[in-house]
């Protein structure tokens, strides 16, 4: 059996689409529809069901791919390995939200770099959840951070870490609200203060009025920026609360350009995923920067 249909096969399988499939192999979908019809008839047996949007496989299809993928994943792997020699510098292409990756995976990444520039080489892309998934899929990227665990087979998501949020505020917000109490206290949400965001919708303001004081915020977004880096400047210059990720916020609240106004006993949290495209892990330079990624996380949480 030609491994070339098999590749397409397992291509189509995961990505649940001819369109996608055939985006990722760098093929026409008419050349990958073709492959796969090929397949069939020398199989004797329908592989997919044709739907309206995407393909799904049939019994025998998933049979097919639970026995194919890992020896084709092997064998790119016995190929890639082949390729990473000492000489060879191999580029991640790298895609998240712009304030984690720039704080968080990219300085332990360059640790990879090597000081010879013989490590690896970072391509780095900025924006929100489902652009660095759909550009994952499109084969865009090597790897992707997000907060949504993606659905299918052509994608697969590892826990990376929990980011801890807190409400914060420049000292003379707290000074007029009532809202600090001692930890594991209940306390009232903080009013009549005004709210710096990333977008009108308020989404992390909402998500932890919603957790911790089971409201939703009466708070007007007077400051709207889209970066949460530009969100603790201005709330660190006095423009209102904010909910901002710990590990973000730690150093300004170490010198108390801003406090906490509220210490809940179970504070808010999000996960964080690392996402490939099912089966590249078998590329070395995407399965060393996932492993060295995991265990930098390990010291976020």
């Known amino acids: 059996m030609d491994l070339a249909l ?5 291509t189509v399988h995961r990505a649940g689409s001819f369109t996608r499939a055939a985006a990722l192999l760098g093929l026409s979908q008419p050349a990958v529809t073709s492959q796969i019809r090929t397949l069939e008839r020398q199989l004797g047996r329908p592989l997919f069901l044709r739907q309206a949007r995407g393909v799904t496989p049939t019994s025998i299809g998933d049979e097919l791919a639970h026995k194919a993928a890992p ?6 792997e016995i190929t890639e390995t082949g390729l990473d020699d000492d000489s060879s510098v191999r580029t991640l292409h790298l895609a998240g939200p ?8 990219l300085p332990a990444l ?3 770099i090597g000081e010879d520039g013989q490590g690896l080489a970072l391509r780095a892309s900025f924006g929100t959840a489902e652009e660095a998934l759909e550009g994952l899929a499109a084969g865009h990227h090597d790897l992707a951070i997000g907060t949504a665990r993606p659905r299918g087979a052509l994608l697969t998501a590892t826990p990376l870490c929990d980011e801890e949020h807190v409400l914060v505020a420049a000292p003379r917000w707290a000074e007029r609200s009532d809202a600090q109490k001692p930890a594991g206290t209940a306390a009232p949400a903080p009013q009549h203060v005004p709210v710096v965001e990333v977008h009108e919708s308020l989404p992390f303001v909402t ?3 919603a957790s911790v004081f089971d409201a939703r915020p009466a708070h007007p977004g007077i400051v709207v920026v889209p970066d949460l880096r530009a969100v603790l400047a201005c709330t660190v210059a006095g423009a209102g609360l904010a909910v901002l990720p710990r590990y973000l916020c730690a150093g300004a609240l170490e010198r108390g350009d801003v406090v906490a106004l509220h210490e809940p006993a179970v504070p808010p949290l999000r996960t964080y995923f690392l996402v490939v495209r099912t089966g590249t892990l078998a590329m070395p330079h995407i399965a060393r920067a996932h492993e060295w990624l995991l265990h930098a996380a390990a010291d976020w949480n």
Do not use: N
């Open 98 to 105: 712009p304030e984690f990756t720039a704080e968080r995976a």
């Open 71 to 76: 020896h084709l994943d092997a064998l790119v």
């Open 6 to 10: 098999l590749r397409t096969f397992v």
């Open 110 to 112: 360059t640790e990879l």
């Open 207 to 209: 998500r932890y009025w």
